[in-house]
């Protein structure tokens, strides 16, 4: 009964796993209808696909050379004279998809025999196909490929909206077909496109199409381009005539005639944008304003260029307006040579003329043929992109105090004219920062010795000096200090560092005099003089003003860069200016034309490398364009006239500094004398003469004309001519 019930068991077991076992697949059939033909030089094959499996089937293409001693039976057998198929035939490509394929690899004159195999996933292997076999026959040059051309538009014309889609630009189709008395149809192995500018002979476009085996090759196709030149960064459209050219390469390598069409484009478009910073620094680079903008434009055309804030946001749509130039009539083309730009400057102003802070900010620019309808245009000409608005202080460096040097200089670089405050306090202090102002406060409050405050006209590299006293002149001890300067401009906009991230720029400096080290300089320099002098009367507009500082005998000499001259204007305002110096002992003031007559205000603060401090000199000077000529010259005279001996005194009276030239001449027209002064200072002159001409001859007793002719040194000339007579 037990050996009953095994056996059952067993039986039960080896019916379930009969039952679980897949069923075989069906080996897939031997392709049909494969057949091989000449393809223009390569031979083509194609069949009709396996039947009969479930399973993905590939293939496998074998071929014989006719010259080869053994050609496959039709249909080929697995073995022929006890060899397989792999001994007496060529693997062309193996395990492929497709039911056709085009055999590059073959010699011209030569017949092949081909035939096809497939396999499935599980490894079932179908039947050889047929035979078939073709003779590679490569075209005769005469019968080369004819292509044909048509375009959807031969005007790429945006201005009148000819084409359905502006941004798309022409199509260009091409149709390739030959000519072979024989009936052969060949397919091209490469494509070609040419597209040259007519009128600069040069090719703004070229690309090639390339069949690889296994393809059905190329017969048509298209040319999509808009006018753009793609073998540029900024996709440059000019307007003139281009000749597309299509050709095609066949098989064995040979460039077949090309076929040629004519498009025109004429648009709107902007060329070759170039925008420009003032760059500053050196191991750090802060852009400063004014931005130049520079462009190119295909025909003459109404632009815009607007300034956005980008407000920190990827999207466009929401970014406010900053600043927009728009002109009323219409900008210059690029000309027939492409070398005219037009230029525009942004000085960092908003529509308000204030100027904006730090940031990220975008400019687009757009070009109109009318500037009355602004759907006539270029729906690809708005062009710009984003760009950092800089307020940097860049490449902070110091100079210590050292018993060799009375002085510690403090060095930076200003990407433009700023409100600069340097804050010196002991180590180890830290600062909080207001928000809005940039302020910077010191922690604790205690620990600040020093503070530096003044406005800096000019952009570049500036330079602080600090004699290491602190506020109330008291001599700091030896050790380090830290710096931290903070600047805004004139809006109030703060300067930020390289990172975007703080408006503190610190460094530190250090002192290290010696037990020694005594200061022996405790005079302040003076002033020397001044152009123009106190009370001086100028005649027409000026455009500096300096003065001439010094020092005691073997003090330690004028700090020129600590220095300071103002100067205010009629009303009381302080006037924009640039501060320079000589290097040597003249600071020099530099401004705008003054045109405003009435009283200016000259303020001069000298400083020696000593840190002394002399008290601030004020000068006055007035501006008066109405004076005419004929004042210069009533206050020129001779006396004694006539003169009874041998002395004469010339008279004339100056506003300003002056090259003086006095000449005397005979009725004749003859100069029988002359002398040249070189008067700094304004008021009325007197000049002696003994009647003596250059020969050193005493003049004869008659008439004779004098002329005295004062240069000033704002480029103003005053000239009297009179008469003298000498009666002895």
Known sequence: MNKLKAIILILSLAVSVFILLPSANAAPNAPANFIAINFGGPIRLSWTAS??????VTYTIYRVEADSTTIPSD???PTLNGVGYGSYAQTVIFGITSVNYIDTNVSDGTIYYYFVTGNDTTGESDPASNVSSATSDYPNAEFGYFISLTATETTIDYETSTLANPSTGTIITYTISNTDPFGNRWVAAKINYDIIDNYTDSSIFKETQEVSGGTSGLS??????????FNTAQWTKRNSYYTVKVWVTDFAGTDHPESIITILVHVVHINDIIQTFTDYGQTAIAHGLPINYSYQLTQDAWTTITIYNTNGTVATTDDPEIKKFTYTSPRN???????????????GTDANNKLVPAGIYRFAIDAYFDHTSVTERDAAVSRGWMFALDKRIVDIATEPITESNALAKIKYTLSEPANVKVKICKSGTTFSTDASTGEATPNPAANLVKTFTFYQPSAGEQTVTWDGNDEGGNTLANGLYLIVITATDVEGNKFFNTTGTDNLFRTTVTIERTASQVATDSTAPTVSTTNPTSGAILISAFTTVNATLQDEAGGSGVDLDSSTITLSDPNGFSINATQRNDGISIITLTFAAQTTNGTYTMRITPKDKAGNTGAQQTYTFSLNTTIEEKDFKDTVFVYPNPVKGRNATFAYSLTGTATVNIDVYTIMGEKV????????????????WSCINTDGEVLADELYIYKITAEYSNGNTR?????LIISK
């Open 673 to 688: 004398w002359s002398k040249v002064i070189y008067d700094r200072a304004a008021g009325d002159k007197r000049v002696s």
């Open 75 to 77: 249909p080929p057998s």
């Open 333 to 347: 083309s690029e000309g027939q040579t492409r070398d005219f730009r037009e230029y525009q400057t942004w000085d």
């Open 220 to 229: 048509s196709g298209q040319i999509t381009w808009d006018g753009s030149w």
């Open 51 to 56: 039947t009969g499996s479930t399973e993905t």
């Open 719 to 723: 000239t009297a001519t009179k008469k």
